[in-house]
């Protein structure tokens, strides 16, 4: 019985001083006004900062404009949206039993390209001896990839 005495002996004495510890606040030190006035002598003349003398820039130095180029400089935004630079480098040929394959490389992965295939945003509308049509299909726009020549 004793023991149970003093467990809930503690456990109260937890709880009173949880209590009291949560009701504790900082206490807030107010300075006079004389003690602020004599903290900030230090050689500064602060009615001659409140009127706003000549002595200091009448310009705010962070409002310039440093080095941004002018607007008329600027490039203009286009009105027409235009499809990015086509992701494909030509790689190679292979012809094999009269077959051309045409290889392209995008980013490091190697692709034969046949026209009607579906690369991710683009189509392959023609594969011909001097280049390649793509068809950039968000935009439904034409691009070209042009090959270099065929050497025997």
Partial sequence: MTKRRL????GAAVLVVGVVAGRERPTIEIIPSR???VALDDG???DKLRRGEASLPQKDPFAQNFGVAKAAAMP???AKP????LPFQYFGRLTENGKTEVFVMRGEELLSVAAGQKLGD???DQ???SRISFTYLPLKMPQTLELPKVTQ
């Fill in 7 to 10: 467990a809930l002996a503690v």
């Fill in 35 to 37: 003690a602020a006035a």
């Fill in 44 to 46: 500064i003349d602060l």
């Fill in 76 to 78: 203009t935004v286009s």
């Fill in 82 to 85: 235009e499809a990015p630079p």
């Fill in 122 to 124: 683009y189509r392959v």
């Fill in 127 to 129: 594969v011909a001896e």
